[in-house]
């Protein structure tokens, strides 16, 4: 059956510090990826999608990166945090050439002080 | 460019009331649609789509919608709701070789005893 892992669950960060936040996908090959942030109230924004290895499409202008070094990996940084950066971010899978339903991981609530 | 409008952001209603959360997309020649549930502090999930075929679908707890084509819409319902449904109910829509699905800002159903 097909998962879909992140860490940490939660983690709080100083502004300024460096941020890597991973997500695995097991059960299914070539997946396309997602990273989105849910700020509170503010709903669901796409943040990066990646359709194959060392492909990645960025949606919004911000502080973030991602990568994804394996088929199934896929990794949300920044070199130095920011305020705004706080929120709920959420890791997702999906097939099919990403038309079809996403599969989301359980997410990390991340607190920047 | 897609866009999806969920028309309320909060919905309280009483147990065993019915309640409608509407949702409109931006018109295009083939879309899928979906609506995801999510409850507190956890990832989204899959509560029911439209592909192709019969405009109502349902889900196996007792919500269903229905695809409009002529009113770009996909409202979702259900004859009697319970405590446990209460959580933050999403729309998303997809397109045809889009790779991603564009997800509207949330409606947060409460259900009151």
């Known amino acids: 059956s097909q998962t879909i892992h992140q860490w940490p669950a939660t983690l709080v960060q100083p502004v300024g510090s460096p941020l890597s936040l991973e997500c695995t996908v097991e059960?299914?090959?070539?997946?396309?990826l997602y990273w989105y942030r849910q700020a509170a109230g503010r709903g669901l924004q796409l943040l990066f999608y990646?359709?194959?290895?060392?492909?990645i499409s960025s949606e919004v202008p911000q502080n973030l990166s991602a990568s994804r070094p394996q088929d199934r990996q896929f990794i949300l940084s920044s070199k130095k945090l920011l305020l705004s950066d706080s929120g709920f971010y959420l890791c997702?899978?999906?097939?099919?050439?990403?038309?079809?339903?996403?599969?989301f991981g359980p997410g990390t609530r991340l607190t920047v002080l | 460019a897609q866009s999806v409008t969920q028309l309320d952001s909060q919905v309280p209603v009483f147990e065993e009331a019915p309640v409608e959360l509407r949702c409109n997309y931006s018109?295009?020649?083939?879309?899928?649609l979906f609506w995801y549930v999510q409850y507190p502090n956890q990832g989204l999930q899959l509560l029911l789509k439209?592909?192709?075929?019969?405009?109502l679908v349902e889900s196996i707890n007792g919500f269903e919608a229905e695809f409009n084509k002529s009113q770009t819409s996909f409202h979702l319902r259900k004859p009697s709701v319970h405590i446990s449904d209460t959580a933050e109910y999403f729309c998303?829509?997809?397109?045809?070789?889009?790779?991603?699905?564009?997800f509207g800002d949330g409606t947060t159903l409460t259900v009151k005893p």
């Open positions: 997702a899978f999906g097939r099919r050439g990403g038309t079809d339903t996403q599969y």
């Open positions: 059960g299914t090959s070539n997946p396309n």
């Open positions: 990646s359709v194959g290895i060392g492909q």
């Open positions: 018109s295009s020649v083939s879309v899928y």
């Open positions: 439209y592909l192709s075929g019969s405009t």
């Open positions: 998303a829509v997809s397109y045809t070789n889009a790779g991603k699905s564009t």
